[in-house]
């Protein structure tokens, strides 16, 4: 397994988080075109790959919300390497690297078509919090939130 960490316009970044708005439309249809825009919206500069046998196999990036947090985002698998732990070093990778740059908590948003992402998350200590943001109201949105100090 190797590890790297890049920008957003890292091609084997790009590619997979082109199979992930696949796999997203896939869950849900027209619903999922209010939520491209906010994962457009900005380059992210904190992007974590994982390559194994020389394969970009997952990838994960955060993005500042404020001087001390930092939100999760394109947290992604390929489905044929599912089940081995990656998308946990991915989260623990990011977590990492925000702790080191002074952020102290972390939070993030997935669906509630998604309770895999959802346990995911609650494995690695989130814990479920108000929406934030452009989530606000939002009933298929399920935001959460850790402190990493």
């Known amino acids: 397994m190797k590890i790297i960490l890049t920008d ?3 091609v084997d970044y790009v590619r997979l988080t082109e199979q992930l708005d696949e796999e997203l439309e896939s869950i849900y249809g ?3 075109k209010k ?4 994962n457009q919206s900005q380059p992210l500069n904190q992007v974590v790959l ?3 046998d020389h394969r970009a196999v997952a990838c994960g990036a955060y993005k500042e919300l404020t001087e001390e947090s930092a ?7 390929l489905p044929d390497v599912r089940g081995r732990g990656i998308s ?3 989260v623990q ?7 080191k740059n002074g ?5 993030l948003e997935t669906g509630s078509k998604q309770q895999t992402a959802v346990a995911l998350y609650k494995s690695c200590g989130y814990e479920l919090t108000e929406n934030y943001g452009p989530y606000v109201g939002d009933t298929n949105s399920i935001c959460m939130k850790k402190t990493i100090k």
Do not use: C, G, W
Request: aromatic letters at 14%.
């Open 8 to 10: 957003s316009t890292n």
């Open 103 to 107: 952020y102290r908590e972390i939070y």
């Open 50 to 52: 994982i390559y194994l």
């Open 71 to 77: 939100e999760l985002k394109r947290i992604f698998v």
């Open 35 to 38: 939520y491209h825009p906010l």
């Open 88 to 90: 946990k070093r991915i």
């Open 93 to 99: 990778e990011l977590e990492t690297d925000a702790q």
């Open 30 to 32: 027209e619903m999922q």
